[in-house]
């Protein structure tokens, strides 16, 4: 869905945005607990800079030919991936307290950075394998990583400052794009606890509307594809940003189903062991 170059002009796009949007904030508002556990405003904006430094030079590098693990790291795929992301979060933390007061300032600089770490890249370096901790991924899938990264977490701290917090309709797509090849399985795993395998087809609306299955349980991971004449086990309906903020583990199936958020057919019992 979109060309490399395509995507890098919507996250240099999409990055500006957010930057506008939190010129706005009042001072009190950078210190608001965001939706992302552990974290205020101020550490999720922290995070998202952050993420210049960790992505940038890993895409730069693999469009020039090395997706390598870079020296000091362990090789892509390698590590308790639950624990690097519980340490992540006292990372962001860390990072946003060495600010002090000028993190607007700084965030608009390394956007900037950002935009010329990607200023190197042609459409031919779609497919070009990249390092990354979780595993390795294309360039393709590093740009649609960054779209999600700023999608997900604008989301984290407009959702707590104001009503009805609308995902950007432009990077949806990217995000759907990414889920089955980086998220879903590696990031999310909803049958983890579950001793049988099941298949989970979720029809989506709006945005991005389609038909996905997730193949979860019976001890093996996750894995997400495009619905086909496979028989499911249990159907859930909703429009794609609720699938976004389910995935991300930002509202549980539990509270999506009492909220009537998303509407479920076929074997309903297994609606309480997805994802628990």
Not at 167 to 180: D, V
């Amino acid at each position: 869905m979109g060309s490399v170059m395509e995507k890098v002009q919507l996250v240099k796009a999409e990055s500006a945005r957010i930057g506008v949007y939190l010129k706005t904030l009042k001072p009190e508002q950078w210190s608001i607990p965001s939706a992302c556990d552990a974290w205020e405003v101020q550490d999720v904006v922290a995070h998202v800079m952050g993420a210049v430094e960790r992505f940038g030079p890993n895409i730069v590098r693999g469009a020039g030919g090395d997706g390598s693990a870079p020296e000091g790291m362990p090789e892509a795929g390698v590590g308790d991936m639950a624990a690097r992301l519980r340490a992540n979060a006292q990372v962001a933390v860390d990072f946003r307290e060495s600010l002090g007061g000028e993190i607007l300032n700084i965030y608009n600089k390394e956007m900037t950075r950002f935009d010329e770490f990607l200023s190197v890249l042609t459409d031919a370096d779609k497919d070009k394998p990249c390092y990354h901790p979780a595993g390795t991924i294309t360039v393709e899938t590093y740009l649609n990583l960054r779209l999600t990264e700023l999608i997900v977490h604008e989301w984290d701290i407009r959702s707590r400052l104001e009503e009805a917090t609308v995902m950007s309709a432009e990077s949806l797509p990217s995000i759907m794009e990414m889920f089955p090849v980086f998220v879903v399985g590696r990031l999310f795993d909803p049958g983890a606890n579950m001793p049988v395998s099941a298949r989970f087809r979720f029809e989506l609306t709006g945005t991005v509307a389609g038909s996905h299955d997730i193949i979860a349980g019976g001890g093996q991971k996750a894995m997400m594809e495009s619905a086909s004449d496979k028989r499911p086990d249990a159907i859930f309906g909703c429009d794609t940003q609720t699938f976004v903020l389910l995935v991300y583990g930002r509202l549980s199936m539990e509270q999506l189903l009492a909220d009537g958020l998303v509407v479920a057919s076929g074997d309903t019992s297994l609606s309480g062991q997805f994802g628990c």
